[in-house]
Structures are given as C-alpha cells and as structure tokens.
C-alpha cells in the first residue's frame, strides 16, 4: 500500500528566491516515513536535476497536488542542518532578498554542495570519567588539577583544539591515570556570511 503523499519545502541549489515545493513520497526510492528539516535532497528541476535542503513541510500547497513532482533521492540518514540553522539562513536570505538555496549552498563544502556524501569532521573532547569527576583524583600537580577541574566545569568537555601543547600532553596524562576519558563527536558546520547578491546576467544555476 502506498503511503500518503506529504509537501516538502527545499531550498533548491539555483537562484530561486523561495523554496520550491515538492512531493514526499514514504516508498522504496529511500523516503523516509517522515521527512526531516536539515537533510539534502536531490530533486527535479526543470529537464535536470539539482540538491536542495529541506527546510519546510506542508500539509498544502498553493499548487495542485498534480502538478508537484517529487523527491527523487534523500541524500542524507539524519539531518545535515539543525532547525535553527535553518530558520537563521532563511531570516538572511529574506531580509538581505537573496536566494534562499544559493544562501544554502554557500554554507557547504564543494563535495556537499553537489550531492556527494559526507564525511563530517571529527573533534576531540576530553572529559572526566567516573574517577576524575569525584573531586578525588589522588596526588596531582596543581596544572594537572587545573585542567581536570576545567574539564569537570565544562558540559562538554574541554576541546582538544583549543589546548596548547603542554595542555594537551597532561590531558593524556590524565587519561591514562584514569582521570580523563577521550569523545569525537562531529564538528558542526561553521556558518559563512551570505555573499552579496548577484545581478540577473550574473545568477546560474550550478
């Protein structure tokens, strides 16, 4: 049995001043059953096809429901953009009338932008395990104290980048006493200012 057809808003990767609407169909071309806000889609555009992010769902649209296409391919298994992140390109991209999937496309890499599959940078984080957390971690120097407290004090760690080099040799002293413990977790993406807007003989599609 078919699932019923839900709208989807993507921001297209062409000089579209507002998302395009389109079909989301819950089947075997690897829909999902509910589609998320953040994730790339490959659509179709015209005779071609193009990426887009989905940034809205509808229940309608101002168009027939018959002469909306559909999602061809979902590029992505969990969201590429938080909602947030969402919301603040589209608020850019009204207030300075730029195209919403060009404002988009201009906070990715040149591998996503074009559909490729992602590789999300990993950063390290250490952070006190069990022992180091107690506030009895045994005889320490007090720059090793400072920095385990440090890491106690931060919900998320202390970020391995953000050390210098002494820093980071007594973070693994620490880990390997027991104190502290190494995560990864995926960088997110850094937002980039929104470039200026191109004149009507400068917008292509890429």
């Keep these: 049995m078919t699932s019923p057809a839900q709208i989807v808003e993507v921001a297209v990767f062409c000089p579209n001043l507002e998302p395009l609407d389109y079909l989301w169909l819950a089947d075997g071309s690897g829909c999902r059953q509910t589609p998320g806000l953040g994730i790339r889609v ?3 555009l015209g005779s071609r096809t193009a990426v887009g992010i989905v940034v809205g769902l509808k229940h309608k649209s101002s168009l ?7 999602v061809q391919e979902v590029l992505d298994s969990t969201p590429m953009l938080t909602e947030t992140l969402c919301a603040f390109v589209l608020w850019s991209s009204s207030y300075y009338q730029y195209p919403a999937g060009l404002a ?16 999300a940078p990993m950063l390290t984080f250490w952070v006190p395990s069990e022992t180091g957390a107690t506030g009895k971690p045994g005889r320490l120097g007090q720059a090793s104290r400072a920095l385990l407290s440090d ?8 970020a391995d980048r953000a050390l210098d080099h002494i820093e980071r040799k007594r973070a693994r002293n620490l880990a390997r006493r027991g104190l502290l413990v190494r995560r990864e977790r ?7 200012p929104a470039p200026e807007p191109e004149t009507a003989g400068q917008a292509r599609c890429p």
């Design 64 to 70: 027939p429901t018959r002469k909306l296409r559909a």
């Design 104 to 119: 988009f496309q201009s906070i990715l890499t040149p591998a996503l932008k074009h559909g490729r599959s992602r590789k």
């Design 42 to 44: 490959r659509v179709p």
């Design 186 to 192: 995926p960088a997110e993406p850094a937002l980039k």
């Design 151 to 158: 890491a106690a004090q931060n919900p998320d760690g202390l």
